[in-house]
């Protein structure tokens, strides 16, 4: 089946650690994105990627980073910069950014502190 | 930054019923988009607008594009209980080239008693 697959779904981090969590997509999109949800907030944007090799920083890049060695694949990574790391991640993918390319999710990674 | 309002924050109807949404945004966007969330889930695409004025269905599921693009709606007929979930707008500024993202609303939760 085409689509995207985030793993894992669920994910605990310890104080000071480093956690990556992993964005596949076989629908040969473009742009990916990540995105972080909090409890009765919209969506807010992370990072994203318009093609291989190449991504910008959303509205709360800090404590975050990214890689999009290729075109399926774009892994998140929360450092221990990021304070407040618990909510759910959510990857997503378009053909591209511009109009007519609406997006689509996965099915998101929930992180929690130990 | 630009905003989506959507209230109220949770919706209660009875099964049966049919149920309105409207997202209203400070700045104009060219196309809007209405996601549906279930719980531990990712958001799943409902409804694409891309034309201002523009009335789109899909299925029991009606949206609106508003004539001064700063506005959409969302319209549920007979609703269902599988209907339950929280939905969200998103506004894109397509015009703004190939950096153009999703500002998305908080959503809002709608319950449907049998």
């Known amino acids: 089946d085409g689509g995207i697959t985030q793993s894992p779904k669920y994910l605990f981090r310890k104080e000071g650690q480093n956690v990556t969590l992993s964005c596949e997509q076989n629908?040969?999109?473009?742009?990916m994105y990540w995105y972080r949800q909090d409890p009765g907030q919209g969506l807010r944007l992370i990072y994203y990627?318009?093609?291989?090799?190449?991504?910008q920083k959303g509205d709360i890049a800090e404590g975050y980073s990214v890689s999009r060695e290729k075109k399926e694949s774009f892994p998140l990574t929360v450092t221990s910069a990021q304070k407040n790391p618990t909510a759910f991640y959510l990857c997503?993918?378009?053909?591209?950014?511009?109009?007519?390319?609406?997006?689509?999710f996965g099915d998101g990674t929930r992180l929690s502190i130990l | 930054g630009q905003q989506l309002n959507q209230s109220p924050q949770s919706m209660f109807i009875q099964e049966g019923e049919d149920v309105s949404m409207n997202c209203t945004s400070s700045?104009?966007?060219?196309?809007w988009l209405w996601y549906k969330q279930d719980p531990g889930e990712g958001p799943v695409l409902l409804i694409a607008?891309?034309?201002?004025?523009e009335l789109t269905s899909n299925g029991r599921l009606t949206a609106q594009f508003g004539i001064t693009r700063k506005d959409s709606f969302l319209n549920i007929s007979a609703s269902i209980p599988s209907d339950v979930g929280i939905y969200f707008c998103?506004?894109?500024?397509?015009?703004?080239?190939?950096?153009?993202?999703?500002?998305f609303g908080k959503g809002i939760t709608l319950s449907v008693r049998p």
């Open positions: 997503a993918s378009s053909i591209g950014t511009h109009g007519n390319q609406p997006q689509h």
């Open positions: 629908l040969n999109h473009d742009a």
């Open positions: 990627s318009q093609i291989v090799n190449d991504f």
């Open positions: 700045s104009i966007f060219n196309t």
């Open positions: 607008l891309y034309k201002a004025g």
């Open positions: 998103a506004g894109q500024d397509t015009y703004t080239g190939a950096n153009s993202k999703l500002t």
